[in-house]
């Protein structure tokens, strides 16, 4: 029998039995499965048999592809978040583009996902079980966040390279940026109920911090036009 993941929904599911569609249209059947027994259950309460029976497969299926609970949760935001970084920094012309537009564009598109309603309740989620299963902020922040800000790292760094930054530790720049953007939105998510989050502009957030990270609060005579260069 073929063991490739069998996920195609039909009106009588025979669990683990292969069923049509190619690898990647059946993996994201079962991420979709997955995502919605997270946001219906939470992480605590989410379950490998519960997640299969939502796919219509056998746990046998997923265990073939994931080892547990938490690399699938891990994929599940990592799969959220995959076009994104795709977009951003597979950009033809993003190291060609003036700073302030690859900022904004890099800004806009990481507040835009955690304006995502599926998003937001998932880092919700992380973050409040993060001490009962560390395991699990652990695989999360692996397979997101630091992907995320070594991309970062490194557009910075080119930047550096080319001359338009002056910056001695790319890294740590890379990480400040990531926490002004997201800071206030983190909080609102954590703090404010999941029904009435604030939807502020958002857009005149990114556009602020773009200014300050690249130019600083320092008072000049004549606006900047270009990232200061240390002396």
Do not use: W
Not at 26 to 54: C, M, P, W
Not at 120 to 145: D, G, S, Y
């Amino acid at each position: 029998m073929d063991n490739a993941l069998d996920l195609t929904i039909n009106n009588t599911p025979k669990p683990g039995r292969p069923r049509r569609g190619t690898e990647p249209e059946r993996l994201d059947a079962l991420i979709h499965a997955a995502t919605r027994v997270f946001l219906q259950e939470g992480y605590g309460l989410a379950s490998i048999d519960k997640i299969a029976n939502e796919a219509g497969i056998s746990t046998r299926t997923i265990y073939e592809r994931f080892k547990n609970k938490g690399d699938l949760m891990a994929a599940v935001i990592n799969r959220l978040c995959e076009r994104d970084m795709t977009a951003m920094f597979d950009h033809p012309d993003l190291d060609v583009l003036e700073p302030t537009a690859a900022l904004t564009l890099i800004g806009d598109t990481v507040v835009s996902r955690f304006q995502d309603s599926d998003f937001a309740a998932l880092f919700r989620i992380v973050a409040t079980e993060a001490q009962r299963f560390p395991e699990l902020a652990t695989k999360v922040r692996c397979n997101h966040k630091e992907r995320f800000d070594a991309a970062l790292t490194a557009y910075l760094r080119r930047q550096v390279e080319r001359g338009v930054f002056a910056l001695d530790d790319p890294e740590r720049a890379a990480a400040v940026f990531m926490q002004m953007i997201l800071g206030e939105m983190k909080e609102s998510v954590l703090f404010e109920p999941k029904n009435s989050l604030r939807k502020p502009d958002m857009h005149g957030h990114v556009a602020s911090v773009v200014q300050l990270f690249l130019f600083g609060a320092m008072r000049r005579s004549q606006p900047a036009t270009t990232a200061p260069r240390q002396s």
